[in-house]
Nanobody, 124 residues
Framework: QVHVVMSGGGLMQAGDSLTLSCAVS?????????IGWFRQAPGKEREFVAA????????YYADSVKGRSTISRDNAGDTATLRMNSLKPEDTAVYYC????????????????WGQGTQVTVSS
């Protein structure tokens, strides 16, 4: 059983910085996993935010967050952190962390295990 546990999020103001953490644990032969972050705003489809490869050597970002976000990982604990700066009201969404074997990092179907989601609300 693999578990994805998220932390961080909450109520923020425009211009603030946000740190979201994700820890993958459980019995698996695949670890470390590729880790991705997705978000879903009310009335919209879930969208890709950022991802990091299993080795940590490659990172991927959506255009909407590129340049103001950094994803990193600690393979010793199979954890990943997403930091977003200069938050905007349009960043408001439920954020999800997901773990998978890799492949197309930009699509949700590439990830097998998902966290419970955490609400991020950015006020103007």
């Amino acid at each position: 059983q693999v578990h994805v546990v998220m932390s961080g999020g909450g109520l923020m103001q425009a211009g603030d910085s946000l740190t979201l953490s994700c820890a993958v644990s459980g019995r698996t032969l695949v670890a470390p996993y590729a880790i991705g972050w997705f978000r879903q705003a009310p009335g919209k489809e879930r969208e890709f935010v950022a991802a990091i490869s299993r080795s940590g050597g490659n990172t991927y970002y959506a255009d909407s967050v590129k340049g103001r976000s950094t994803i990193s990982r600690d393979n010793a604990g199979d954890t990943a952190t997403l930091r977003m700066n200069s938050l905007k009201p349009e960043d408001t969404a439920v954020y999800y962390c997901a773990a998978g074997r890799g492949g197309n990092y930009y699509v949700a179907a590439s990830y097998e295990y998902w966290g419970q989601g955490t609400q991020v609300t950015v006020s103007s």
